[in-house]
């Protein structure tokens, strides 16, 4: 057994009184135990959004349903929305930051424990504010709720003119909470990357997770604060009597716009880049091959990274800019898809040659893999903005956008779940469920998701809470509520597994997958200073060159 | 199913037909250099997705590991530099052929002069109803848009200047072009020549609260007698009827005058659709219920009935005051 | 579970990482950057745009005395750092003392401008475009410089109880990091509001 490790069989430690074990999991500054916190958390808002969905879904099944009223149906689109970005998608990728990075580096936590643990609980309690809304929100003219304004909360429709009582504040005082606790963790990891790397580890060794989740903490600082700047505004135009969105005082409604993609666009990387992660570890492990083209795709992504904060007016192709400022952002968005695609072809480059095992990681990120060509060439369709012209505020964005979230991240989020809860559990999910589970969704996210594209075609526009019969919606809707009910289940199945083989799964051992990388030569779940000595590493692939003393990494590299 | 050139649903109750809101049926220039520049995009996508396809699947089938494989490891392949270059120029140059075939596209849609025969249109967006003025004709009128068929040897397009008395809205009417927003302090502009008579139909596009859902388009395309005679029937000052001076008398000592502005009347409010030519429309409340004595009494007395989260308020009215007001409506041609 | 036969190898050469205290603080400030300068996108796209009321040319006095307080500092606080460096803990602390002075005048001269501007002026936050974006910059500034000598008296306070030396100056050029920042930032809004926007 290699010294740096030391196990606790399971049995010995001594039972604690369950106020104890709380206290812990309240005060704790582990970067392990903060990442599971942000996982759960995100899964109870996963639950919760996922109800929101089937909410619109069930109002939309058919034309001129009543199953809730307007009002109802326009906050369960802006919560439903508001909660996948912020409180689920954001959250469970930071989890996996953290809780991963520092043991891929070989440093024993995140360079600042307690700014961790605060931006966590700043990102929580975010969430808690935000449901508040349905309670608090009424204000002094009983007219709120929880938020109605959609996810955008566009100019003028949040100013206090067309948004009285209290809702949309709750809206942007949720995310600006949340988003100051997001800008502390992207320190956390750059600091961490950048200062606590064990000996050995340049820059040009660390895994691909590690430098996919710099990439995305650097983006982070540079694209959340935009949305921190323009709710601010927001707050002064709504208590201060400011104007800076107020079109009756000369203000602009575009600028908003500007502010909010500026965002906005970015913030779609800052999700999908932690998915190229994850998909960049599992592949290779499940093709038994190193991933193809290690500094391309770290190349690739900082170039996505940059090309991705130019492009963020093609959501803003319909408001009329002018004809050289549509051609600009068209030219950028059609580029920013060469990076992407190159990463694509290095996967299955990387899969070429190898020796594929189709365990359930393997089976989501194949997923992974084809929903994500889907998705980014529907994206290069509507990069054309003439044809977004057509095809922008319809469901066919609605289908692009859900294509990359459903499709590719939380795909990828699932694939990462199966290959690391063995890890943070000590315990392997059942692959029989596993396989229930990928089957289910797979069919269910494709009778939903491909369908949705037609409606768009065929002139639906999105946030509507009804429509009217005789344009050729009614069948597809249902059928795209039909889908979306099987993924409902297959959800179920997943949780199910989660919790089932927390108790009676089979024991994982350090290292269940024949992996790499350096959380994989340490106990599962780790010990909570995880290394008893700090490595040292010489190649990319650590526990390659351990294993195969014969024909180590650090020959070629 | 969306392939069909033709796409006509159904027949309006005044026998024009109603064609769909198809993106691949266009009938107007601007969406047909849409239409066909998204077929060219959809074919190289296609042809992007099967080649990748084929490989992913390929790959998935070819290199699965089989039960002799145990115990060894594949040959440990880094990368490529090659391989890279190639993928990477080749999808430069896709990226090229794509941009400059939109770029021509933008620049003849957005760009397009206004020639002199052009019908000029101001569309101003309210929630949740659609106000169309035609300046040169002085005509102003609400939810129901009628423009000239344009003959390509004669064109007669229709440029509607596009403003918002509120938040932002979008004007898509799919079969006759792209959408453009309707932005407050951000007058955008837009143009179509129809090439086929009928009604086409669309809706608001961009969120702009409780009833964006019913915020319908309807837009007549008429050939030129129809469109002339139409014109010269909105022009025609409000039909004063003294048959229904009870019920106009009731629609001027309530509120309506504050939001209504009725030919014949003193009322001039802009808050609400102008009435003086109600009954030539054929739909209510922007679309949401068809012009029926009826359904005008339902929606008068209890607008939420109809369009719940419609800004009009329910005037309370006595029955028989009710009954008067629609009476008089009734006589709005 | 794979047996895992050998140990990592060692490697005899040094291992330098940058300080993660300077790491954070320069990530900070990129976010902050990023903040102020949607600030100022803002306050430059509604010039000359107000509908209504006084116009930055009509109210506005440069402060070049307050600019010059805030800048100097910049000067006193990296003389602080440099004599903790050496133990000089007496001159440090003047110099400290010093640096919070002269960030206090500015605040004194922000404030005594505000004071003008609204009750000579009548220009408020809601007055028009300009009074919005003009109170928001100036005071986003001001507010990130009130929060900077917040934790420059507690050092402060440290320093007097005489727990400062030598160990602590790393944390010190942090937290002078911090301080360079919100003087640079205030080049930029006095380059824009009294310069380009008049």
Redesign the interface.
Known sequence: ????VITVPVGQTEARPWVDELHQWLTTVDHKRLGILYIVSALLFLVIGGVEALIIRIQLMHSHNNFV???VF?RMFTMHGTTMIFFVAMPVLFGFANYLVPLMIGARDM??PRLNAFSFWLSFLGGLLLYFSFVGGSGLYGAGSAP?V?WWS?A??GARA?SPGHSSDYWTLALLVSGFGS?GT???I???I????C??MKLNRMPLLVWLNLVM??MV??A???L???Q??LL??RY?????FD?????????WMH?FW?FGHPEVYILIIPCFAFMSEIIPVF????I?????MVAATVCIAFVSMSVWAHHMF???M??YA??FF??TT??V??PT??K???W??T????????KTPMLFS?GF??QF??AG??G??M????????????YFVVAHFHYVIVGGILFALFAAFYYWYPKMTGRMLSEKLGKWHFWLFLIGFHLTFDLMH?PG????????????P???WDTLNLLITIGAFIQAIAILVFVANLILSYFEGAEA????W?AWTLEW?TSSPPPAYNFAMV????SRR??W?????E?P?SR?? | MFWSARSLWAAAPDGSSVHGTNIFSPASTPAKSIADLSVFVLAITGIIFVVVFALLIYSVVKFRERAMHAGREPAQVYGSMQIELAWTVIPILIVVVLFLATARVIHAVQDAPEPASALDVIAIGHQYWWEFRYPKLGIVTANELHIPLSDPSHPTPTFLQLLSADTDHSFWVPELAGKTDLIPNHPNRMWMDPRRTGVFVGQCAQYCGTQHAKMLLRVSVDGPEDFASWVRAQQKPAVEDAGVIAGRRVFERNACMNCHAAGGTPADGRFGPDLTHLMSRATIAAGAAENTHDNLRLWIQNPSAIKPGSLMPAMKLSDADLDAVVSYMETLH | MSAVTTSFPNTAAAWDLPSRGKVAMAGLIIAESAIFTIFVVAYLFYLGKSITGPTPSQVLETPILYTICLLSSSLTIHLAAKSLERNYTRLFLGLWLLTIALGGLFLYGTAQEWHRLIYEHGLTISTNLFGTTYYSLVGLHAFHVTAGLVMLAIVAVFGLAGRLGVKQSGRIDVLSMYWHFVDAIWVVVFTVVYVLGR
């Open positions: 057994m290699s010294s740096n009223s307007p009002e326009n360079a600042f109605d959609g566009y003028p429709l067309f800008i992207a320190i956390n750059i600091a961490t950048l200062s606590l790397r000996p050995g903490a650097g600082l540079l959340i604060t935009p921190s700047a323009a601010i505004m002064i135009d201060l009597g400011g104007h800076f079109t009756q005082a000369g203000g602009s409604a575009v600028l502010f500026i093709s038994r091959k190193p193809f083209g290690y500094p391309v319909t408001i009329g002018n004809s549509n051609s068209t030219l059609m580029a898809g060469v695609g190159i694509i072809f290095n299955i480059g899969m070429w040659g190898g020796r594929i095992q189709f194949i893999l084809f060509l889907i060439l529907t290069i369709m990069a054309a903005s003439p044809f977004d012209w057509q095809l922008s505020l319809s037609i075609i065929l002139g639906m526009p999105r946030r509507i809470y009804t429509y009217e005789g344009r050729g051992g350090n290292d269940p024949d030569s490595p040292t590493v010489a650590p526990l060159d351990q294993k195969h003393p024909d990494d070629y590299e």
